[in-house]
């Protein structure tokens, strides 16, 4: 079935900091290409958060590789990403796989060793089936959206729909924090939002 090639994620996950040290280990992953907008931090936000400073740092000390691809400006994600001293690919126009392959070659990594995270399905998961690397849908942080992505995410909500009707659309992992414990559970999820 198509849908299920091209738009079904490899996994489901609440918040980026699901992604730990354990689950790239799990996975033989080195790199994280992440995108920003809704997957890191809220779309329509310039600040970057407590929160998302240690998971960076965590994952960095680990050594984990982490950059950004995203299809927003050069302006927008450049004024994010030198702040965290992160590398990253502007204009990506993903889910066309230059931005990714871009990404991978300014890491000198391969794309076996990285996982592509990503808040929309016709972008980041698509893009990542095309590439042939795994793809980790996060739930969107923020439940706006800049108009043109209100168009994808409405098509984006027919093929969930119908992945989770036929049974084929990954229950959404969540992340529940309790003093310095990390406790995970499954979500009879299978939608975002």
């Known amino acids: 079935m198509i849908l299920k090639k091209f738009f079904l994620p490899d996994d489901f996950i609440e918040k980026y900091e699901f992604i730990d040290v354990e689950y790239m280990n799990m996975h033989n992953k080195k790199v994280i290409i992440s995108d920003l907008d809704n997957t890191l931090i809220s779309w329509d936000s310039k600040k970057d958060t407590k929160e998302l400073n240690r998971w960076l740092k965590k994952m960095r000390k680990a050594g984990f590789d982490i950059i950004v691809v995203s299809n927003n400006t050069e302006e927008r994600v450049e004024e994010f990403c030198k702040k965290l ?87 959404m992992k969540k992340v529940k924090y309790k003093l310095n414990r990390k406790k995970v559970k499954e979500n009879s999820g299978g939608y975002i939002g």
């Open 85 to 171: 001293n992160l590398q990253y690919v502007a204009s990506a126009k993903k889910p066309f796989t230059t931005g990714f392959k871009k990404a991978l070659r300014k890491l000198n990594r391969k794309p076996e060793e990285a996982i592509i995270l990503g808040d929309q399905v016709l972008t980041d998961v698509f893009g990542a089936k095309n590439f042939g690397v795994m793809s980790v849908l996060v739930k969107p942080i923020s439940k706006t959206d800049a108009f043109k992505t209100r168009v994808n995410r409405f098509f984006e909500g027919l093929i969930i729909k119908i992945l989770t009707r036929r049974k084929a659309f990954p229950k």
